[in-house]
């Protein structure tokens, strides 16, 4: 019987966790950002490497270019990433950083997918 109380309990520990992650209206509007490929993808990217350029983000995320800088405005419009121009030569280069925002936004995002993961793992 003790057996059936923590089986019955551990979904609604489980939900009770999941349903926390988002009832936040920030935390809402963090996870709707963060639910794209490209968006989530620059993000993780950034989040391994000090600093990647245009070029590398769209080679690594096999993006269009009209496609990455639309994402990458957004994470910048959310205050996820930095954005920096120069020109190498007669070049422009465009480096993107991620910022600590982003940074704690990406781990919020991905405790809720672990929990996601762990209370639907029988």
Do not use: W
């Not at 003790?2 to 489980?14: F, I």
């Not at 590398?56 to 121009?85: C, Y």
């Amino acid at each position: 019987m003790a057996a059936r109380k923590e089986t019955d309990s551990r979904p609604e520990a489980s939900l009770r966790a999941i349903a926390g992650l988002i009832s936040d209206p920030q935390d809402r509007a963090e996870q709707r950002l963060l639910n794209d490929r490209v968006r989530l993808g620059i993000l993780s990217c950034l989040a391994v490497a000090d600093k990647l350029s245009f070029r590398e983000l769209q080679s690594l995320l096999d993006a269009t270019d009209g496609n990455l800088s639309v994402h990458a405005r957004k994470l910048e419009e959310a205050g996820f990433v930095d954005q920096s121009k120069r020109f190498d030569g007669r070049q422009p280069k465009t480096e993107y950083r991620l910022t600590t925002a982003g940074r704690k936004a990406l781990e919020r995002h991905l405790a809720h997918m672990e929990a996601l993961i762990k209370a639907t793992k029988a």
